[in-house]
């Protein structure tokens, strides 16, 4: 339980009653059903009034509407509503009629005290309910909203364990391709992708400083560069301004192993081309990745698991921050991606 919003809504609504009664019975000059101000009955009259609305207000809030309404025992709510509406006009009114006599109060005006008395309560007692359903609904949505960052917490733990092995099987691939052509490379380039699993099984976290996230996809591309060589033509450019900014880790490597895993294989290097640039300004990153592509492979599938375990993620991570467009043609992959880091 929150102490202090709970101490900030007793407070609230102590404030209510005494603002009521303080504008009504204390500043003006009011005739209520035959009490005023000036005889000096209104002061008495507005103050068990008050007692008595507040009676049926509460009676909704802590009895009727939780243990009748909540449990749908709707027949006994109203039953019960209209029960406590009726004793509490019943027993005011004869209060009334005894202050009446008390001041003397004229016959005509004592009338409409019955009237006045139930038109209020029934307002009292509808208020009351609405702030229920008012309530009930924040509490519902609260929990929902709880339930739902919960899950997607489990979600996001499962997409980047995902991650591992998705990312495992490339590297492990990327090397196998190595091993026969040139060991000492290999062997550099088994250290260098160990350095990139610890990063993603141990430095990781939630949110993770730009700059290493940038350093990581850097590294990455730089491996890929020594093991491609001149099959493709890469171009990449890698800058920020932001030294504080945070993103969540692991977002970008997905589009840059994809545009190498499905790059063009022409026997002309000049016609594998991949170009990658990433740059951040104003805590707002742009990624732009292209690729060539072989026609004949158009009707395959292209991204796979790592794709669309990415695009998940961002949609947990960075919602209505974030605009990703994918354009997959015959001959070429592009992938643009904006994402706002601003907290």
């Not at 109203?78 to 029960?83: A, E, N």
């Not at 493709?232 to 490597?253: C, E, G, W």
């Not at 990624?287 to 796979?304: I, P």
Request: proline share 1%; hydrophobic share 40%; net charge neutral.
């Amino acid at each position: 339980m929150n102490t202090a919003k709970t101490f900030s809504t007793v407070i609230g609504h102590i404030s209510f009653w005494v603002f009521n009664y303080w504008i009504v019975a204390l500043t003006n000059d009011f005739n209520w059903a035959g009490f005023t101000s000036k005889s000096g009955s209104l002061f008495y009259a507005y103050a068990y009034g008050l007692f008595f609305n507040a009676t049926i207000f509460y009676s909704q809030v802590f009895l009727l509407f939780p243990i009748f309404y909540l449990k749908k025992k709707k027949t006994q709510f109203y039953g019960y509503s209209v029960l406590v509406l009726f004793i509490c006009t019943f027993i005011e009114t004869h209060i009334d009629s005894m202050l009446y006599d008390t001041y003397e109060v004229a016959i005509n005006e004592r009338e409409n005290s019955s009237l006045f008395n139930l038109l209020f309560h029934i307002i009292y007692a509808i208020s009351g309910f609405f702030y229920m359903i008012r309530y009930d609904y924040k509490k519902k949505e609260k929990i929902r909203q709880q339930l739902l960052q919960e899950n997607n917490k489990v979600e996001l733990k499962y997409l980047k364990t995902q991650l591992n092995p998705h990312f495992l099987f490339n590297g492990i691939n990327s090397i196998y391709h190595l091993i026969g052509k040139n060991d000492d490379l290999a062997k550099d380039t088994l250290l260098q992708f160990s350095q990139l699993l610890r990063y993603q099984l141990y430095e990781s976290t939630n949110g993770i400083v730009l700059e290493k996230e940038l350093a990581h996809t850097l590294h990455y591309i730089k491996i890929e560069e020594t093991r491609k060589g001149s099959d493709i033509q890469l171009k990449y450019d890698v800058q920020f301004d932001s030294l504080t900014a945070k993103i969540a880790p692991l977002l970008l490597i997905p589009f840059v192993e994809n545009a190498f895993k499905h790059c063009s294989n022409h026997d002309d290097s000049n016609k594998n081309i991949i170009d990658i640039k990433i740059e951040e300004m104003d805590s707002v990153l742009v990624l732009h990745v292209y690729n060539s592509f072989d026609n004949e492979l158009y009707d395959k599938k292209v991204g796979g698991i790592g794709l669309q375990n990415v695009k998940r993620r961002l949609s947990l991570l960075y919602p209505n921050k974030h605009r990703l467009e994918i354009i997959n043609k015959k001959s070429s992959f592009t992938i643009n991606l904006l994402i706002d880091l601003k907290d």
